[in-house]
């Protein structure tokens, strides 16, 4: 029973050491993402894009706002003179707009973020095949993202900063 034990202790202290010795072996590189993102060719022409199609959703925002402030202030204009059946069939038009109104801000939201997410769609695939290719070519065991203090502490000795590779390699 000793000797068993004690040869389970000399193959753990063994693995032990292997295991630190392989973890002192590992590399890593770091990067923000979105700094590598932002100058990806092509980044700045999606953003164009993406300003001009929020820019004509707002404008149609605005005139289906600016109708239903025009047609809000006819109804309390005349809602003292209006008999019942015009006063409730107003009121109804005016809900019905609201409601519509309403529906197209949230179906227009929907629509600008599925088209930033189609047009991101290539420029991301493209940065992921560039940070896998510098991985690669470095040995890295994985590259990590640094935004929104997703790691608080990287040891210098044993992290590589990979960002203008990165951006290298996507040119």
Same mark, same amino acid.
Do not use: C, W
């Given at each position: 029973?000793?000797?068993?034990?004690?040869?389970? +202790?000399?193959?753990?202290?063994?693995?032990?050491?292997?295991?630190? !010795?392989?973890?002192?072996?590992?590399?890593?590189?770091?990067?923000?993402?979105?700094?590598?993102?932002?100058? #990806?060719?092509?980044? +700045?022409?999606?953003?164009?894009? /993406? %300003?001009?199609?929020?820019?004509?959703?707002?404008?149609?925002?605005?005139?289906?706002?600016?109708? $239903?402030?025009?047609?809000?202030?006819? =109804?309390?204009?005349?809602?003292?003179? $209006?008999?019942? !059946?015009?006063?409730?069939?107003?009121?109804?038009?005016?809900?019905? /707009?609201?409601?519509?109104?309403?529906? =197209?801000?949230?179906?227009?939201?929907?629509?600008? @973020?599925? %088209?930033? !997410?189609?047009?991101? #769609?290539?420029?991301?695939?493209?940065?992921? #095949? %560039?940070?896998?290719?510098?991985?690669?070519?470095?040995?890295?065991? =994985?590259?990590?993202?640094?935004?929104?203090? @997703?790691? !608080?502490?990287?040891?210098?000795? /044993?992290?590589?900063?990979?960002?203008?590779?990165?951006?290298?390699?996507?040119?």
């Amino acid at each position: 029973m000793n000797r068993v034990i004690l040869t389970l +202790a000399l193959v753990l202290m063994g693995l032990t050491g292997y295991a630190q !010795t392989a973890l002192q072996n590992v590399k890593f590189g770091y990067l923000s993402y979105d700094a590598v993102l932002k100058t #990806a060719p092509g980044y +700045a022409e999606i953003q164009t894009n /993406m %300003a001009l199609l929020r820019e004509k959703y707002e404008a149609e925002q605005k005139r289906v706002e600016d109708d $239903f402030n025009k047609k809000y202030e006819e =109804f309390l204009d005349g809602q003292r003179s $209006f008999p019942q !059946t015009i006063l409730q069939k107003r009121q109804s038009e005016l809900q019905e /707009m609201l409601d519509k109104n309403i529906a =197209f801000k949230k179906e227009g939201l929907r629509l600008i @973020a599925e %088209a930033e !997410t189609e047009l991101m #769609a290539p420029l991301k695939e493209r940065l992921k #095949a %560039a940070m896998e290719k510098v991985g690669r070519e470095n040995g890295y065991a =994985f590259i990590l993202n640094t935004d929104q203090n @997703a790691v !608080t502490f990287i040891h210098p000795d /044993m992290g590589v900063d990979v960002t203008e590779a990165v951006k290298a390699a996507l040119q």
